[in-house]
Protein backbone atom coordinates (compact mmCIF):
# COMPACT_ATOMS: atom_id res chain seq x y z
CA UNK A 1 0.00 0.00 0.00
CA UNK A 2 2.14 3.29 -1.20
CA UNK A 3 -0.49 5.80 0.24
CA UNK A 4 0.00 9.16 -1.45
CA UNK A 5 3.29 9.24 -4.25
CA UNK A 6 4.44 12.51 -5.43
CA UNK A 7 6.92 13.04 -8.05
CA UNK A 8 8.99 14.74 -8.84
CA UNK A 9 10.33 14.64 -5.26
CA UNK A 10 13.06 17.97 -6.40
CA UNK A 11 12.51 20.12 -9.40
CA UNK A 12 14.15 23.14 -11.06
CA UNK A 13 13.13 25.32 -13.33
CA UNK A 14 13.57 28.39 -15.32
CA UNK A 15 11.40 31.51 -15.17
CA UNK A 16 8.58 30.97 -17.76
CA UNK A 17 8.84 26.90 -18.15
CA UNK A 18 5.65 25.06 -17.83
CA UNK A 19 5.24 21.41 -15.67
CA UNK A 20 3.38 19.25 -13.79
CA UNK A 21 3.58 17.83 -10.50
CA UNK A 22 2.76 14.33 -10.11
CA UNK A 23 0.16 13.07 -7.52
CA UNK A 24 -1.38 9.61 -7.08
CA UNK A 25 -2.93 7.68 -4.69
CA UNK A 26 -4.04 4.05 -3.99
CA UNK A 27 -6.74 4.16 -1.17
CA UNK A 28 -9.61 4.82 -2.86
CA UNK A 29 -9.89 8.66 -1.29
CA UNK A 30 -12.73 10.98 -2.56
CA UNK A 31 -10.73 13.42 -1.83
CA UNK A 32 -7.63 15.19 -2.55
CA UNK A 33 -5.62 18.13 -2.10
CA UNK A 34 -2.49 20.44 -2.96
CA UNK A 35 -0.48 22.39 -0.78
CA UNK A 36 2.53 24.36 -0.68
CA UNK A 37 3.91 25.51 2.03
CA UNK A 38 6.29 28.49 2.92
CA UNK A 39 8.52 29.64 5.35
CA UNK A 40 6.19 31.48 7.95
CA UNK A 41 3.46 30.85 5.74
CA UNK A 42 2.31 27.20 6.77
CA UNK A 43 0.53 24.80 4.17
CA UNK A 44 -1.62 26.95 2.14
CA UNK A 45 -4.44 25.31 0.06
CA UNK A 46 -3.94 25.66 -3.93
CA UNK A 47 -6.82 23.40 -5.35
CA UNK A 48 -8.67 20.52 -3.79
CA UNK A 49 -11.11 17.99 -5.22
CA UNK A 50 -13.94 16.34 -3.69
CA UNK A 51 -14.09 13.47 -6.38
CA UNK A 52 -13.29 12.75 -10.12
CA UNK A 53 -14.60 15.56 -12.38
CA UNK A 54 -14.77 17.89 -9.23
CA UNK A 55 -12.48 20.41 -8.51
CA UNK A 56 -12.19 23.51 -6.59
CA UNK A 57 -9.59 26.77 -5.72
CA UNK A 58 -7.86 27.15 -2.32
CA UNK A 59 -6.76 29.75 -1.14
CA UNK A 60 -3.93 30.55 -3.46
CA UNK A 61 -4.70 29.40 -6.99
CA UNK A 62 -3.33 31.56 -9.26
CA UNK A 63 -0.67 30.22 -11.55
CA UNK A 64 -1.91 26.68 -10.91
CA UNK A 65 -4.44 24.61 -13.19
CA UNK A 66 -5.57 21.14 -12.04
CA UNK A 67 -7.80 18.58 -13.28
CA UNK A 68 -9.23 14.49 -11.75
CA UNK A 69 -10.25 12.76 -14.45
CA UNK A 70 -9.76 9.89 -12.32
CA UNK A 71 -10.14 9.04 -8.59
CA UNK A 72 -6.38 8.11 -8.42
CA UNK A 73 -4.29 11.12 -9.55
CA UNK A 74 -4.66 15.17 -9.21
CA UNK A 75 -1.80 16.80 -10.95
CA UNK A 76 -0.77 20.16 -10.48
CA UNK A 77 -0.01 22.40 -13.42
CA UNK A 78 2.44 25.36 -13.54
CA UNK A 79 1.44 27.12 -16.69
CA UNK A 80 4.31 29.90 -16.84
CA UNK A 81 7.20 29.35 -13.79
CA UNK A 82 8.04 32.27 -11.08
CA UNK A 83 10.58 32.56 -8.97
CA UNK A 84 7.52 33.08 -6.41
CA UNK A 85 6.45 29.82 -6.75
CA UNK A 86 9.35 28.57 -5.21
CA UNK A 87 8.02 26.43 -3.20
CA UNK A 88 7.61 22.54 -1.12
CA UNK A 89 4.45 21.35 -2.59
CA UNK A 90 2.65 18.74 -0.88
CA UNK A 91 -0.17 16.64 -2.00
CA UNK A 92 -2.95 14.86 0.71
CA UNK A 93 -5.53 12.27 0.18
CA UNK A 94 -8.87 11.46 2.56
CA UNK A 95 -11.90 10.17 2.97
CA UNK A 96 -14.74 12.30 3.07
CA UNK A 97 -14.87 14.28 6.63
CA UNK A 98 -14.26 14.00 9.16
CA UNK A 99 -11.09 11.34 8.57
CA UNK A 100 -7.46 12.96 8.32
CA UNK A 101 -5.58 13.75 5.66
CA UNK A 102 -2.77 11.19 4.48
CA UNK A 103 -0.27 13.27 2.91
CA UNK A 104 2.39 13.02 0.24
CA UNK A 105 6.58 13.29 0.85
CA UNK A 106 6.51 16.67 -0.84
CA UNK A 107 8.00 18.57 -3.77
CA UNK A 108 10.46 20.75 -3.77
CA UNK A 109 10.25 23.01 -6.61
CA UNK A 110 12.79 25.95 -7.15
CA UNK A 111 12.22 28.74 -10.16
CA UNK A 112 15.33 30.36 -11.35
CA UNK B 1 -14.58 32.33 5.98
CA UNK B 2 -12.25 29.78 8.09
CA UNK B 3 -8.97 31.09 10.09
CA UNK B 4 -6.55 29.04 12.23
CA UNK B 5 -3.95 31.14 14.45
CA UNK B 6 -0.77 29.61 16.28
CA UNK B 7 0.47 32.76 17.65
CA UNK B 8 3.15 31.07 18.95
CA UNK B 9 6.27 30.91 16.27
CA UNK B 10 8.35 28.88 18.07
CA UNK B 11 9.05 27.28 21.67
CA UNK B 12 12.24 26.27 22.76
CA UNK B 13 12.02 24.08 25.76
CA UNK B 14 14.59 21.60 28.23
CA UNK B 15 13.44 18.60 28.12
CA UNK B 16 11.12 16.78 30.49
CA UNK B 17 9.37 20.15 30.63
CA UNK B 18 5.89 20.42 29.88
CA UNK B 19 4.84 22.70 26.64
CA UNK B 20 1.48 23.72 25.57
CA UNK B 21 1.18 24.59 21.92
CA UNK B 22 -2.02 27.15 21.14
CA UNK B 23 -4.39 26.67 18.52
CA UNK B 24 -7.59 29.29 17.92
CA UNK B 25 -9.87 28.72 14.84
CA UNK B 26 -13.19 30.55 13.77
CA UNK B 27 -15.86 28.95 11.84
CA UNK B 28 -19.80 30.12 11.03
CA UNK B 29 -20.05 26.24 10.59
CA UNK B 30 -21.91 24.49 13.24
CA UNK B 31 -20.05 21.00 12.08
CA UNK B 32 -16.41 21.03 11.64
CA UNK B 33 -13.49 19.28 12.56
CA UNK B 34 -10.12 20.35 14.20
CA UNK B 35 -6.76 18.73 13.80
CA UNK B 36 -2.79 18.47 14.98
CA UNK B 37 -0.61 17.38 12.55
CA UNK B 38 3.58 17.10 12.91
CA UNK B 39 6.33 17.56 10.56
CA UNK B 40 9.35 16.17 11.63
CA UNK B 41 12.91 17.98 10.78
CA UNK B 42 12.81 15.26 7.82
CA UNK B 43 9.25 16.83 6.50
CA UNK B 44 7.12 14.45 6.39
CA UNK B 45 3.25 15.53 8.05
CA UNK B 46 2.58 12.68 10.41
CA UNK B 47 -1.56 13.06 11.60
CA UNK B 48 -1.73 13.33 15.01
CA UNK B 49 -5.30 14.03 16.04
CA UNK B 50 -9.28 14.60 14.78
CA UNK B 51 -11.77 16.59 17.18
CA UNK B 52 -15.27 17.03 15.48
CA UNK B 53 -17.20 20.49 16.74
CA UNK B 54 -20.27 17.96 19.22
CA UNK B 55 -17.33 16.45 20.93
CA UNK B 56 -15.61 18.39 23.60
CA UNK B 57 -14.24 15.80 25.55
CA UNK B 58 -10.35 16.31 26.36
CA UNK B 59 -8.39 13.44 25.34
CA UNK B 60 -4.81 11.81 26.24
CA UNK B 61 -2.53 9.52 24.70
CA UNK B 62 0.39 8.77 26.20
CA UNK B 63 2.87 11.96 26.56
CA UNK B 64 0.11 13.81 24.53
CA UNK B 65 -3.14 15.70 25.69
CA UNK B 66 -5.58 18.01 23.61
CA UNK B 67 -8.08 20.71 25.41
CA UNK B 68 -10.91 21.20 23.05
CA UNK B 69 -12.76 24.11 24.44
CA UNK B 70 -15.60 26.08 22.21
CA UNK B 71 -16.41 28.73 24.02
CA UNK B 72 -13.01 30.07 23.29
CA UNK B 73 -12.89 28.57 19.72
CA UNK B 74 -9.33 26.74 20.89
CA UNK B 75 -8.37 23.62 20.53
CA UNK B 76 -4.81 23.17 22.45
CA UNK B 77 -2.05 20.96 22.73
CA UNK B 78 0.05 19.85 25.41
CA UNK B 79 3.05 17.49 25.53
CA UNK B 80 3.97 16.38 29.12
CA UNK B 81 7.67 15.08 29.83
CA UNK B 82 9.09 16.57 26.46
CA UNK B 83 11.73 14.86 24.94
CA UNK B 84 14.07 15.91 21.92
CA UNK B 85 12.12 13.65 19.09
CA UNK B 86 9.20 16.01 20.60
CA UNK B 87 10.97 18.96 18.20
CA UNK B 88 9.26 19.26 14.89
CA UNK B 89 7.08 22.10 13.91
CA UNK B 90 3.36 21.15 14.61
CA UNK B 91 0.67 22.39 12.54
CA UNK B 92 -3.18 22.80 13.64
CA UNK B 93 -5.76 22.47 11.00
CA UNK B 94 -9.09 22.95 10.21
CA UNK B 95 -12.09 21.46 7.79
CA UNK B 96 -15.75 22.66 7.77
CA UNK B 97 -18.51 19.93 7.02
CA UNK B 98 -19.98 22.45 4.26
CA UNK B 99 -16.76 23.21 2.38
CA UNK B 100 -14.77 20.02 2.83
CA UNK B 101 -11.47 22.64 2.71
CA UNK B 102 -8.93 21.68 5.30
CA UNK B 103 -7.23 24.45 6.20
CA UNK B 104 -3.94 24.66 8.46
CA UNK B 105 -2.36 27.34 10.47
CA UNK B 106 0.84 28.72 10.41
CA UNK B 107 2.75 26.05 12.57
CA UNK B 108 4.83 26.49 15.73
CA UNK B 109 7.85 25.27 15.79
CA UNK B 110 8.78 23.44 19.06
CA UNK B 111 12.57 22.71 19.98
CA UNK B 112 13.45 20.47 22.88
CA UNK B 113 16.81 20.52 24.06
CA UNK B 114 18.78 17.89 26.13
Known amino acids: NAGVTQTPKFQVLKTGQSMTLQCAQD?????MSWYRQDPGMGLRLIHY???????DQGEVPNGYNVSRSTTEDFPLRLLSAAPSQTSVYFC???????????FGSGTRLTVV | AQKVTQAQTEISVVEKEDVTLDCVYE???????LFWYKQPPSGELVFLIRRNSFDEQNEISGRYSWNFQKSTSSFNFTITASQVVDSAVYFC???????????FGTGTRLQVFP
Open chain 2, 27 to 33: TRDTTYY
Open chain 1, 27 to 31: MNHEY
Open chain 2, 93 to 103: ALESYNTDKLI
Open chain 1, 92 to 102: ASSRRAPYGYT
Open chain 1, 49 to 55: SVGAGIT
